[in-house]
């Protein structure tokens, strides 16, 4: 288990559309040390991250309005910035495997699950 | 009324009271009786679709993340079985912070268990009834 130190840095974007859910990870995240920021869909991940730093990790919804996850998914591997963050999945469609992720984490999404996948793919170089 | 009706409104009572007395303390994030309150292995899915344990959702009261301005709840129903009740009812709350803005309706169900003599929410699941534009915070 990492601590708050060994997270602090470490930014993830939480592309999520309701609200209820993408607050709530995003505080959770900051709560553990993580630098948060939330996206209503996939357009709006796009816009964010054409004009921040790359993230460490994004946090990835499938079904949303305006740009869902598989569009997003798509228009990621056009981009060289961002094709090699890692993405982790959360959906209720348990049957769906048309799109590639690093992980895919099943709604309804247990918090303690979620930590520890997100620590995984936010690890200080040299820490095990 | 007989002996075991009389029991169970007795029993009855004490639910409903425990019921408020858990809310009370949720609305006051009032860590140390939640502590007492809540199993140590609780069991939450809520309307965000996210299942958290106790820890998590103590951490997030003591670091202010999780704070209500205002939390009503009324059970419609509450079904005994001898040490474990299963109580299930609505709640209207409105939360400080990013969706300060709302009141939410939902609808919950609560699984209380006796462990040595003390009733404790062992599971809880909320559903989404919907949401209302609230009276801006002051």
Known sequence: MHSDEDREGFRILVVEDEEDARDAMVAILEMKGYRAAPAGNGREALDYLSRTETPDLIILDLCMPVMDGWQFLRERVKDPRLAGVPVVVISALSDRDDFEANEIIIKPVDVDHLLATVSHYCKQEGTA | ?138
């Open chain 2, 1 to 138: 009324m007989n002996a075991i009706e009389e029991r169970r409104a007795q029993e009855q009572k004490e639910i409903e009271a425990l019921e408020q007395r858990e809310a009370h303390a949720v609305l006051n994030a009032d860590v140390s009786t939640l502590q007492t309150l809540w199993a140590d292995d609780l069991i939450v899915n809520s309307t965000a679709n996210l299942i958290a344990g106790k820890s998590i959702l103590l951490e997030m009261m003591k670091d202010g993340r999780l704070k209500l301005r205002t939390y009503e709840r009324r059970p419609v129903r509450i079904v005994i079985f001898d040490d474990l009740v299963v109580t299930t009812g609505n709640e209207i709350s409105q939360l400080i912070g990013r969706t300060a803005e709302f009141k939410t309706f939902v609808s919950y169900l609560n699984v209380w268990s006796k462990r040595n003599g003390n009733w404790q929410l062992i599971a809880r699941h909320v559903g989404a009834i919907e949401k209302a534009k609230a009276e801006p915070l002051r």
